[in-house]
T-cell receptor, first 111, second 114 residues
Framework: KQEVTQIPAALSVPEGENLVLNCSFTDSAIYNLQWFRQDPGKGLTSLLLIQSSQREQTSGRLNASLDKSSGRSTLYIAASQPGDSATYLCAVKYNFNKFYFGSGTKLNVKP | DVKVTQSSRYLVKRTGEKVFLECVQDMDHENMFWYRQDPGLGLRLIYFSYDVKMKEKGDIPEGYSVSREKKERFSLILESASTNQTSMYLC?????????????FGEGSWLTVV
């Protein structure tokens, strides 16, 4: 059974700090990996999508990397802001459109 | 702009009631999904559909059924609601199976069964 793990479950940092969120998956035969943001009581918003053939994707202050062989992805957030406070989830897509989600990392950026 | 709309944001239902959760997408996507999200358990797939009238069980289909009569609409049905079905329900859609497209989510429906 595919498993997706996110560590840490929660993270609190001061504003301006650079930070890294981690995602690991047990089966490396992935189609793609996606990072999402979820605000309290809301749905998920897609941040970055990395295809299996790619190593990284960037959007503004966000950079996501993918290492399939080790079963890991990281989401790097530069110069964090209080507005970045949210839960960040990674999702791995395998064949036939099955997406497996991690439990998320709850980020708190303190002003 | 892509949009997945869940008609009910907050519902309170009694044990044994039949509950309908509706989801509509305006992107002409082939695939639609229903997940539930619980603290500590993450998102778990209940059912998905890859075409009109087609459906596949996810990881936790027990106690649920689905209906997809039109491409844009995917309904989740709780045949006889129970308290352990109290949860946040998320609908999602994506373009097709074989591309690397993004999956889009609705805002979620909070269901409380009393």
């Amino acid at each position: 059974k595919q498993e997706v793990t996110q560590i840490p479950a929660a993270l609190s940092v001061p504003e301006g700090e650079n930070l890294v969120l981690n995602c690991s998956f047990t089966d490396s035969a992935i189609y793609n990996l996606q990072w999402f943001r979820q605000d309290p009581g809301k749905g998920l918003t897609s941040l970055l999508l990395i295809q299996s053939s790619q190593r990284e994707q960037t959007s503004g202050r966000l950079n996501a990397s993918l290492d399939k062989s080790s079963g890991r992805s990281t989401l790097y957030i530069a110069a964090s802001q209080p507005g970045d406070s949210a839960t960040y989830l990674c999702a791995v897509k395998y064949n036939f459109n099955k997406f497996y989600f991690g439990s998320g990392t709850k980020l708190n950026v303190k002003p | 702009d892509v949009k997945v709309t869940q008609s009910s944001r907050y519902l309170v239902k009694r044990t044994g009631e039949k509950v309908f959760l509706e989801c509509v997408q305006d992107m002409d996507h082939e695939n639609m999904f229903w997940y539930r999200q619980d603290p500590g358990l993450g998102l778990r797939l209940i059912y998905f559909s890859y075409d009109v009238k087609m459906k596949e069980k996810g990881d936790i289909p027990e106690g649920y059924s689905v209906s997809r009569e039109k491409k844009e609409r995917f309904s989740l049905i709780l045949e006889s609601a129970s308290t352990n079905q109290t949860s946040m329900y998320l609908c999602a859609s994506s373009l097709d199976f074989f591309s690397g497209n993004t999956i889009y989510f609705g805002e979620g429906s909070w269901l409380t069964v009393v």
